[in-house]
Nanobody, 121 residues
Framework: QVQLVESGGGLVQAGGSLRLSCAAS????????MGWFRQAPGKEREFVGG????????AYADSVKGRFTISRDNAKDTVYLQMTSLKTEDTAVYYC??????????????WGQGTQVTVSS
């Protein structure tokens, strides 16, 4: 069973930056696609970005392209989400996700508990 623990959320002003981290355990990290989803109040959970374990391919939601970057460190079993030029509409609970296959298509088998990101105007 894969466990995911996010960290790095918080309060930031619009235009600022924040980096989220997600530490994975209980699985072979180098064979897991990793991703980030978010859920704003009153909205459904949505795919933010993902990185595959095959070749490190990435995919992003249109709303974050050019502002967010996902990366992974297989030596540390950790995936990161670097968020820049943050907007108030980026306010949400951010969830780390993992899946052997399909992460770039927004599919996930495992979830973290979530970390709150609040962007103030």
């Amino acid at each position: 069973q894969v466990q995911l623990v996010e960290s790095g959320g918080g309060l930031v002003q619009a235009g600022g930056s924040l980096r989220l981290s997600c530490a994975a355990s209980g699985g072979t990290f180098s064979r897991l696609g990793m991703g980030w989803f978010r859920q704003a109040p009153g909205k459904e959970r949505e795919f933010v970005g993902g990185i595959s374990w095959v070749g490190g391919s990435t995919a992003y939601a249109d709303s974050v392209k050019g502002r967010f970057t996902i990366s992974r460190d297989n030596a540390k079993d950790t995936v990161y989400l670097q968020m820049t030029s943050l907007k108030t509409e980026d306010t949400a609970v951010y969830y780390c996700a993992a899946s052997r296959w399909g992460i770039l298509d927004g599919r996930s088998d495992y979830w973290g508990q979530g970390t709150q990101v609040t962007v103030s105007s």
